[in-house]
């Protein structure tokens, strides 16, 4: 039998009830907010220290379904901007005053409209060259900026009302189910320590204690993680703020790793969010593996006046925490001086 393709595009910090929202707006939601059988299959694998590896099913067909829907229904796309802006009214108003009895009504507008806006935003920014939407492209990647900043203030505040609910269990919050959450029927700590060292989510179900390789065997799945041949002493990547420093590397994936960036030390991650700010702010320089010219990390870099490599695909995977490295964005290059 064939082995149904898997392959890796992102990795995110995300906590379990984030990985259910993932898949819930792009695989449940997103044929029903397009009155459309177009959605997308997802493996995530979580890594204690790693962050979360997000796998995608390729499906062109249903990317080129997506785009072909607002080619044709161009001012629905219009009218997704325009409501982006009442939406984040919305989002604000409820964060303001939510509070625990909130949360199903907060993730409920995560789910059913932030998600469908994020996923159509990334699938036209993403193929507006390849495909010439030109407007769209635009119109794309204006809803991507918007949609970004509604899914964290609402994520946030969500993730801030688990925390406080179940304070006493604070370090297993990022391993709880929203269902879980809502129920307070909360698995004992020796399962939420399993979670903590690693699961993975596929088709809405969550599997721990199973090796990568097993799962992908058991249901007869070929995982890609595409890395480039690596040679020499040069990663090259995307020129987000120019400017060339020298410095110490510290990789993070997780939000608890960034106390150990310190002053004039080089931020080498997957993608920054606006919880990397304070990080952001003592480090001499951003490298990260994904983004475009749109991305959280360009626009700080550009923001603070700091070197910034975006779009290398490989710094995390070839560069170690402590590394001495020169940022050179005025190149687009990242050159080990000392590993």
């Known amino acids: 039998m064939k082995k149904t393709i ?11 009830m984030s990985v259910e929202e993932w898949h819930q707006g792009e695989h449940v939601v997103l044929p029903k907010f397009l009155n459309k059988k177009i959605y997308f299959n997802h493996l995530f694998v979580y890594k204690l220290g790693k962050g979360t590896d997000v796998y995608y099913e390729p499906s062109i067909s249903r990317v080129k379904e ?50 469908p806006i994020i996923t159509i935003s990334v699938v036209l920014g993403l193929y507006s060259d390849e495909y010439g939407l030109k407007k769209l492209g635009k119109i794309g990647l204006e809803l991507r900026k918007k ?3 509604l899914l964290y203030t609402a994520g946030w505040k969500l993730w801030e009302l688990a925390k406080k609910k179940f304070s006493k269990i604070e370090n297993y919050i990022d391993y709880l189910t929203f269902k879980e959450i809502i129920t307070g029927k909360i698995q004992s700590i020796k399962i939420l320590e399993q979670r903590k060292k690693g699961y993975i989510y596929f ?45 110490r ?56 006046k700091k070197p910034c490599i975006i779009g290398t695909k490989i710094a995390t995977k070839i560069l170690k925490n402590n590394d001495l490295v020169e940022v050179d964005a ?10």
Request: with cysteine.
């Open 249 to 304: 590397v510290k990789l993070v994936f997780e939000i608890p790793q960034l106390k150990k960036v310190k002053k004039g030390d080089i931020l080498v991650t997957s993608m920054t969010v606006p919880d990397f700010l304070p990080a952001m702010e003592r480090a001499a320089a951003f490298v990260t593996d994904e983004g475009g010219i749109t991305c959280h990390a360009a626009i700080v870099a550009r923001e603070m």
């Open 66 to 115: 997506l785009i072909n829907y607002f080619k044709k229904n161009p001012n629905k796309l219009k009218a997704m901007a325009r409501d982006c802006d009442f939406l984040s009214k919305e989002i604000k108003s409820l964060c303001k005053k939510a509070k625990f009895k909130d949360i199903e009504e907060l993730r409920e507008i995560i789910v059913e409209k932030v998600w």
């Open 330 to 339: 005025d190149k687009g290059v990242v050159r080990i001086i000392n590993q």
């Open 147 to 149: 949609s970004d900043t």
């Open 6 to 16: 898997y392959q890796k595009f992102y990795n995110r910090f995300l906590p379990l």
């Open 203 to 247: 088709n809405g179900k969550l599997i721990v204690g199973k090796s990568l390789e097993q799962f992908a065997k058991e249901n007869n799945l070929e995982l890609i993680d595409e890395i480039e041949d690596f040679k020499g002493n040069t990663i090259k990547g995307t020129i987000a703020m120019t400017g060339k420093v020298i410095g």
